[in-house]
């Protein structure tokens, strides 16, 4: 998610197709960001070694100490610019 200014209230919003227990959840998740990001391209996500950095489109890297990825996981994971072996998924 991304595009910094984003509300909670409009993040949970979001989750109305899922219901009540969605939006529950989210606004139980997003109850202690400082910094929601909505409407943004994620481009990467990688490690610096320090902090977990996020590309998104035309903008520069940003910093952060956890991320939350908001979709399935085969595109999170395409996201990932490096993946760890643990991060990929073992084929059968």
Not at 42 to 50: F, K, P, Q, R
Request: aromatic share 4%; hydrophobic share 40%; with cysteine.
């Amino acid at each position: 998610m991304a595009t910094t200014g984003g509300s909670r209230d409009r993040l949970c919003r979001r989750a109305q197709p899922w219901g009540a227990r969605a939006r529950q959840v989210c606004q139980i998740l997003s109850g202690r960001l400082h910094h929601i990001h909505l409407n943004a391209t994620v481009e990467a996500v990688y490690n610096d070694g320090e902090q977990v950095m996020v590309q998104c489109a035309g903008k520069d890297p940003m910093a952060f100490d956890h991320v939350i990825f908001a979709s399935q996981a085969n595109q999170a994971l395409r996201m990932l610019r490096d993946p760890s072996a643990a991060e990929v998924p073992r084929r059968r």
